[in-house]
């Protein structure tokens, strides 16, 4: 039986309360710096509440970028997130699974001996394998293109390892009626075991978006063209000097624009991305 306790109830609640002011306060001085000019934001103290110049200041760094440091428009920056967050979060899935399904349900020499090979490359960080793979994509002339900032991070052991644990908790009396049906492999794949992992490609899609979107380190490497840059390459670039040379209203305009897209996906997938998990672990 669990005891109603008041104090400890209230007690619990402005802990969570305390914890969520603490992260919360600084997206609201990005989103109150984004709405003021320069000239408010170097004052001392700076404003608290929300200024006149949102659209202002959003409407400029979506068409025009900045008068200082990156000048390409916001919106190409984040169009080009997007290409890069959408390409690695499907890529990363369609292998994936299809990488899964061969090692759960095929026979084939040194089966096992593959797999571990794949898992053993999450051991590698990126910044070990950073300059071959950045040498291979410029000999192919892949550089400042959606090409070469996706195809070498589509590869992603960690969803072939999560993925074949879930084929392995699949009943093999599904497989077995299926054959009996005479549905081929791939039938089998598409009719069963795709519908079954929905939740899971949805955690997965979730996770390897806000991968994507976040990258910094390889789009700095290989996009050198602003019309190339991704939104948190642009963010960096419009940093030029000290305060009083920076656009801050623009740049922090720029930060909060750069964290719609991943809060609106865990937003609007929460409830799958919560399953997933979840149906994960059993």
């Known amino acids: 039986m669990v005891e109603n306790r008041p104090l400890l109830t209230l007690w619990s609640h402005a802990v969570l309360l305390a914890g969520i002011a603490l992260v919360a306060f600084p997206l609201?001085?990005?989103?109150?710096?984004?709405?003021?000019?320069?000239?408010?934001?170097?004052?001392?103290?700076?404003?608290?509440?929300?200024?006149?110049?949102?659209?202002?200041?959003?409407?400029?760094?979506?068409?025009?970028?900045?008068?200082?440091?990156?000048?390409?428009?916001?919106?190409?920056?984040?169009?080009?997130?997007?290409?890069?967050?959408?390409?690695?979060?499907?890529?990363?899935?369609?292998?994936?699974?299809?990488?899964?399904?061969?090692?759960?349900?095929?026979?084939?020499?040194?089966?096992?001996f593959f797999f571990w090979m794949i898992f053993v490359t999450l051991m590698l960080p990126v910044e070990v394998r950073i300059i071959p793979t950045f040498k291979v994509v410029s000999d192919l002339g892949m550089l400042n293109s959606y090409v070469g900032l996706t195809l070498p991070l589509i590869a992603s052991a960690t969803a072939t390892f999560l993925f074949r644990q879930f084929f392995m908790t699949v009943p093999d009396e599904l497989a077995e009626a299926a054959r009996v049906d005479g549905a081929g492999p791939m039938r089998f794949f598409r009719d069963v075991l795709l519908p079954l992992s929905k939740t899971s490609m949805a955690a997965l899609f979730v996770i390897q978006f806000i991968y994507g979107w976040n990258q910094y380190l390889w789009p700095l490497l290989i996009t050198s063209e602003e019309s190339m840059y991704t939104a948190v390459i642009g963010i960096s670039r419009m940093l030029v000097g000290g305060d009083s040379v920076n656009e801050w209203n623009l740049i922090m305009a720029m930060a909060m624009l750069a964290m719609l897209p991943p809060v609106l996906v865990v937003m609007f997938m929460q409830r799958l991305f919560v399953r997933g998990l979840v149906e994960a672990e059993k």
């Open 28 to 112: 609201y001085i990005t989103f109150v710096a984004s709405t003021r000019t320069l000239e408010e934001i170097l004052q001392v103290p700076m404003p608290l509440l929300p200024g006149p110049h949102l659209w202002e200041n959003y409407s400029q760094v979506l068409s025009a970028g900045t008068t200082r440091g990156a000048a390409a428009p916001v919106g190409q920056m984040m169009a080009n997130s997007l290409v890069m967050a959408l390409v690695i979060a499907f890529g990363k899935i369609a292998i994936s699974i299809i990488a899964s399904f061969a090692f759960v349900y095929f026979r084939f020499p040194l089966r096992g």
